[in-house]
């Protein structure tokens, strides 16, 4: 499995991004999905995390209310919407597909991992 993701950029504080990560090769729509984050000189954390079917979700509390995750399992791809966003989201995004079915918060719980994108939000 070959995730890829992609919608990262530069936005002011305040603004919107949305993020896709594309699943190819052996894509399994049964699986959870996640993504996580890391900023410069800080570790992985948690972002958002969705299951197979797209309705069961959970979010960090620093995103919650203003990031939503959801997945469209036809075109085998993830999406997280960033809204209001702040300098602190500045980091690289990762999406990551789970070992189970249900969505999970611990990186070990994750099998596969995409590139990442980098998000920058201007103060």
């Known amino acids: 499995v070959q995730l890829q993701a992609s919608g990262g950029g530069l936005v002011q504080a305040g603004g919107s991004l949305r993020l896709s990560c594309a699943a190819s090769g052996r894509t399994s729509s049964n699986n959870g999905m996640g993504w996580f984050r890391k900023a410069l000189g800080r570790e992985r954390e948690f972002v958002a995390t969705?299951?197979?079917?797209?309705?069961?979700?959970s979010y960090a509390d620093s995103v919650k209310g203003r990031f939503t995750i959801s997945r469209d399992n036809r075109k085998n791809t993830l999406y997280l919407q960033m809204n209001t966003l702040k300098p602190e989201d500045t980091a690289v995004y990762y999406c990551?597909?789970?070992?189970?079915?249900?969505?999970?918060?611990?990186?070990?719980?994750?099998?596969?991992w995409g590139r990442g994108t980098q998000v920058t939000v201007s103060s």
């Open positions: 990551a597909q789970a070992r189970s079915s249900a969505g999970a918060s611990q990186p070990t719980m994750y099998t596969y």
């Open positions: 969705i299951d197979w079917r797209g309705s069961s979700t």
